[in-house]
């Protein structure tokens, strides 16, 4: 059964940097695609990055250079590092996951995904 846990949210100023965490109950995230959402307030869901089981990961043009997907199979976690925060980034952020191919294409959907976590809020300050 996969349950996933995001960890890591907070309130940090502009510039700044947060790793989120997401882990699934102590199971390896191997044979999965894992993806990270946000919602900003007021508005809809948005793709932000996934990793691929095999293969490189793939940003969001709006997090592009700034923000890093890092698989941790030592860990069982897949993390999200987040640099250069800006106010725009502020949002509830949510890990996503689904079996997957060992190769395959990106996964920007949420309709790709089959498995989210609750989510854990990001606050920018300006």
């Known amino acids: 059964q996969v349950q996933l846990v995001e960890t890591g949210g907070g309130l940090v100023q502009a510039g700044d940097s947060l790793r989120l965490s997401c882990t699934n109950s102590g199971n390896t995230f191997n044979m999965y695609v894992v993806g990270w959402f946000r919602q900003p307030p007021g508005k809809e869901r948005e793709f932000v990055a996934t990793s691929r089981w095999g293969g490189g990961p793939y940003y969001a043009d709006s997090v592009k250079g700034r923000f890093t997907v890092i698989r941790d199979n030592a860990a069982n976690a897949v993390y999200l590092q987040m640099d250069s925060l800006k106010p725009d980034d502020t949002a509830v952020y949510y890990c996503?996951?689904?079996?997957?191919?060992?190769?395959?294409?990106?996964?920007?959907?949420?309709?790709?995904?089959?498995?989210w976590g609750q989510g854990t809020q990001v606050t920018v300050s300006s």
């Open positions: 996503a996951a689904a079996r997957s191919k060992y190769w395959e294409s990106h996964r920007t959907l949420e309709s790709q995904y089959d498995y």
